[in-house]
């Protein structure tokens, strides 16, 4: 490369102090200029362009307008890199790498970030609105010169060990399968914006030892150039386990070491697990070690990962025979990410910033390549003695835990975890950052997805030893249930969230809530249910297949949304437990069967039975004491006006010929008087208070609600009308719905007013 090129080259890049600057510049979210006062034209332009004015000075006018989205999305990622300590940064966004010097191609690098071991290139894309990705071009083109590029990187750093990789780094994208092999292909990783941020959130946490979790996830298992690795230890047995004791300064142990960490974040770059490092209790640790000179007694609990190949484990000379136990020098591993933090990682990420973090020593025991669930099983035996860990972190932990479990149980309950995962960490997915991931708190939790996959026959059933039953999309085979069945609940939950108002699909809306996905979920698996019974559909049906026959099912679940009223909402909201999971689902049933009569799911005829008889009982107490009232009242009223005669002239004749009738059969049956009086219907008071309207009921009968109604007398006199039909309904086993109860309370509420 010509000298005055490398030169160029390297004035367009920052180091120290001018990193600091550029950094406060990258932080703000407003882009500024300073334009002189005099012209007055360009000052209108850029105003018109969507700059403000910020200040006015004497001679000059600075203007600020908030930076563009892509501006935006570079500079956090600048910005990432510049807080994690790289130490060369490019200056500003025209910076140009040539990859073939020879015909003077150039690409233009939106982020480069270097420090003493690490190259990183990286390029952004962003878009307003989750999306599918098209990077076909970008990063075929990127194969084409990534060569050439990194030839020009080493002759600028001449004598200097690096490893490069090459970032795509995007905003509001998702990736294809397709991307996702070009990028595989270029050895280069997807940095998406939470993996952006829960770095940045980890920086706020650890400082400078969040530079080592991000480059040990990039480079996992590569080398750590010029650390120094050796330790005197002891060498035991436990069990059938290897184990190492030693104390080494916490600054060693934080550049190969990595925490459980599971956050709705790219999994490319992030391990399988989370257990949360809190803020405030790392602080107290901080605090504890550097102003009150404390120290912890207890071990750090690690795994050193040697891909089976163990540790170089130099014997001292000398040895105490009388024990099992070694001494001697232990060569740890030199790659980042080969010591998994089991226990005690407040403990050691509480030295990150901490002036005693190189003349410290921390106890360790590290047990030698453990795997993944003994890992976890370890994490969460130890963590269950001191403190309980949260449900929903513990469900997250088993989506890997339990997938290669002996126990068919198990590994379905893995299954399920998996996908209610999948559906809160898929930018795809229609509840994106709407679950509950690790101990992150979210409207929805993994809990409920997992509870609505088993409850419902997606799965099947199973015992610890065999399979009990296949699931209409689980046969055995966990991947292909694991693909197929995501992709279906995202087909669905998608249609019903493009098919309704934005606001459904916020966080804590009926929708958004534990209970109404729970009900979607066992809702869509009783819809596959049916199309498989109607041989709609075959067994081996693509998920898109069974969407596509699925959606007449799910219009009717739109419309009911659509046309909710608050009162509805709330009954369905309030109640919870299990029995609000069922009644919000076995509602959804319904609302299909309204429509599709031939949708009859298992268990809903016995449902509303049941639900009738309830509502049944309490309507007919109603009912009771409406009748009683009405008897009552009416009958004050009419001797007040009518005196001695009031049932000769108060009550149509039709109406009294009909109850002494009644009343001479009862007194047969009996063996009693019965008063005429005593034998009326809810609907005979409608007749009679129709016959003396203006005189005396006009006031008396209408409800409150319905004074102002038109139709007059007859419209303000239908509630008789229809409380006396449910009345003859609920004497003949009608099931009363919760509607008609709610209507019936509503009137014993208006006639009983006043009585004791």
Not at 118 to 140: H, P, Q
Not at 268 to 282: G, V
Request: proline share 3%; with cysteine; charged share 30%.
């Amino acid at each position: 490369m010509p000298e005055d090129q490398k030169l160029h080259l390297l004035s367009r890049l920052i180091t120290g102090k001018d990193i600091n600057k550029e950094l406060a510049l990258r932080k703000r979210p407003y882009e500024y200029q300073s334009i002189s006062s005099r012209k007055a034209e360009l000052i209108k332009e850029m105003i018109d362009e969507g700059w403000q004015i910020e200040r006015e000075y004497k001679t000059a006018i600075k203007l600020r307008r908030p930076k563009s989205l892509d501006v935006q999305c570079e500079d956090k990622v600048w910005t990432l890199f510049a807080l994690m300590g790289f130490k060369v940064m490019n200056k500003d966004r025209h910076f140009h790498i040539p990859f073939d010097i020879k015909r003077n191609l150039t690409q233009q690098i939106d982020v480069f970030a270097k420090d003493d071991e690490t190259i990183l290139i990286v390029e952004c894309k962003s878009t307003a609105k989750n999306k599918l990705g098209d990077f076909k071009k970008d990063l075929e083109a990127t194969a084409g010169q990534i060569q050439g590029l990194i030839k020009t990187i080493k002759a600028l750093f001449p004598d200097q060990n690096l490893k490069f990789k090459y970032i795509l780094a995007t905003k509001n994208y998702w990736l294809g399968d397709q991307d996702k092999q070009r990028l595989k292909n270029l050895n280069g990783v997807h940095l998406d914006e939470e993996s952006v941020d829960y770095y940045i959130n980890l920086y706020k946490h650890l400082g400078a030892a969040a530079r080592y979790q991000f480059l040990g996830a990039l480079f996992h298992g590569q080398e750590i150039v010029g650390m120094d690795n050796q330790i005197p230890a002891i060498r035991g047995k436990m069990g059938n386990l290897t184990y190492y004791s030693f104390s080494i300064e916490p600054e060693k142990l934080l550049k190969i070491s990595y925490v459980l960490h599971r956050s709705k974040v790219n999994s490319e770059l992030m391990p399988t697990y989370q257990r949360l490092i809190k803020k405030q209790r790392l602080a107290k640790v901080r605090e504890f070690i550097d102003e009150k000179a404390g120290y912890f007694p207890n071990s750090i609990v690690i795994s050193l990962d040697t891909d089976g190949k163990g540790l170089r484990f130099d014997r001292a000379n000398t040895q105490v025979s009388t024990t099992i136990t070694s001494i001697g020098v232990l060569h740890l591993p030199k790659k980042y990410r080969s010591a998994f933090i089991i226990d005690g990682q407040h403990r050691l990420y509480g030295y990150s910033n901490s002036k005693y973090k190189n003349t410290n020593a921390i106890p360790v025991v590290a047990f030698l390549d453990l795997d993944r669930s003994e890992q976890v099983r370890l994490f969460m035996e130890i963590n269950e003695n001191q403190k309980s860990v949260p449900k929903n972190l513990r469900t997250t932990l088993n989506a890997d835990l339990l997938w290669t479990s002996d126990s068919f149980l198990d590994r379905q309950r893995a299954l399920c975890s998996r996908i209610a995962l999948n559906l809160g960490e898929a930018r795809q997915s229609p509840l994106f950052n709407m679950v509950s991931i690790g101990e992150d708190k979210k409207s929805i939790t993994t809990d409920a997805i997992t509870r609505a996959l088993l409850d419902g026959n997606f799965i099947g059933k199973a015992s610890r030893h065999k399979i009990e039953k296949l699931g209409t999309f689980y046969k055995e085979d966990l991947k292909d249930a694991y693909n197929k069945l995501s992709n279906y609940t995202f087909y669905c939950l998608n249609f019903i969230k493009e098919s309704l108002d934005p606001s459904w699909f916020e966080p804590d809306s009926l929708i958004t809530i534990n209970k109404g996905i729970y009900s979607l979920i066992r809702l869509q698996s009783d819809i596959v249910d049916h199309l498989l019974d109607k041989d709609l559909i075959k067994s081996n049906s693509s998920p898109k297949e069974i969407f596509n026959e699925s959606k007449r099912y799910l219009v009717p679940v739109i419309t009911f949304y659509t046309n909710l009223d608050d009162k509805t909402a709330e009954d369905l909201r309030k109640k919870y437990g299990q029995s609000g999971d069922t009644q919000y689902w076995r509602r959804l049933q319904k609302e299909v069967r309204k429509v599709i009569p031939q949708f009859n799911p298992d268990g809903l005829d016995d449902y509303e039975k049941k639900e009738s008889k309830e509502y049944n009982e309490e309507a007919y107490a109603t009912i009771r004491d409406i009748e009683q009232s009405l008897n009552s009242t009416f009958k004050e009223l009419l001797i007040d006006n009518f005196g001695e005669g009031w049932f000769e002239e108060g009550v149509p004749p039709q109406i009294q010929d009909e109850a002494v009738k009644l009343a001479q059969q009862k007194k047969r049956e009996k063996h009693k008087d019965i008063h005429p009086w005593s034998c009326l219907r809810i609907i005979d008071y409608r007749t009679i208070a129709l016959r003396n309207w203006q005189s005396i009921f006009a006031e008396v009968v209408t409800l409150p609600d319905e004074r102002k109604i038109s139709g007059g007398k007859d419209a303000k006199t239908l509630w008789l009308d229809r409380a006396g039909k449910l009345r003859n309904q609920i004497m003949h086993s009608y099931s009363i719905t919760k509607e008609e109860l709610e209507f019936l309370k509503k009137i014993k509420s208006f006639v009983c007013k006043g009585e004791a």
